[in-house]
């Protein structure tokens, strides 16, 4: 005759369920599977088709073939888009954590129209052609104006509503002296078209090398900056509370986001929506807390820009539509469901 256990036993034998960390952390670890086929894709998959038998002498041996140099060119794309996807990830979340707008983006605090403003000034007033000169005037005009957004927000007085508005001001203003300057100069709107688009056809080692040193530093003082964000999102009196420095919080946060943004943005132009997207999607399913968003939109921004260059590639063979404008299309409809389902939930 059987004897059934007692509730109490059954209870400490029954396998204890996954605690959310440890789902959190395999999710982590997907993510890195994902970016990784993304990656490998975007080596293989170009407007310019090549056999599987190509892509790996290409990237295993030096014979200066055709393939070859295809092969190269797209790894030093796919290199740049990790790094740029990673970066203006980041930069989204530190700047919705900073202003306490789950629909901010690094667009939101001019960073990208001071950059944008810099290269059609170097190009029409001082003659810059090439991708190396715009990188410097690019980072430049982006750390300038995240400058000035900081001190007519208050400096150290800043709060997230007076950043915001701070940088939509300066946003327009910037952009309206880029238009005119375009208008005025056929030559430069020729030669900023192609830029203002966001693209990763130009990478090259050169540009990487450039920018690597600013996304590192952007990166590590991102990631550095996710406990005090974490106490800030609970109010400032909270905050000081815990021991948070509120204005060093919100001076570091502004030169992460700045740095990272405006390397980005040199590098590639201003891409949009993949700042404002993956944070907040990311949020979704990890919650609030900052040490899970960081690292996930570290990983799945790169998956979504690596992901739309390729289908950018696919979809206009033989050329390609540059990943700017395929993310902005990707973007808008994403953006108009996160802000309808942020409307429904407050009613």
Known sequence: M????????????APAPPTRRAVRAFGLFLSVAILVLVALASIAIGAKELSLGQVWHGLFE????YGDVVVAERLSRTVLGLLAGAALGLAGAVLQALTRNPLADPGLLGINAGASAAVVTAITYFGVTSLTGYVW???FGAAAVGALVWFLGGSRGATPVRLALAGTAISAALYGYLQAVMIMDEAALGKMRFWTV??????TDSTITQVLPFLLTGTVLALALARPLNAMAMGDDTA???GADLNRTRALSML???????AATAACGPIVFVGLMVP???RSFTGPDLRWILPYAAILSPVLLLGADVLGRIVARPSELQVGIVTAILGGPVFIFLVRR???AQL
Do not use: I, M, N, Y
């Open 240 to 242: 000081k509370a815990l």
């Open 280 to 282: 907040h999607v990311v």
């Open 342 to 344: 942020r409307r429904t």
């Open 198 to 203: 966001g693209s990763l056809a130009s990478a």
């Open 256 to 262: 992460a986001a700045t740095v990272l943004c405006g």
């Open 2 to 13: 059987l004897v059934e256990s007692p509730p109490e036993q059954r209870a400490e034998t």
């Open 62 to 65: 030096d014979s200066g073939t």
């Open 137 to 139: 005037f690019a980072f």
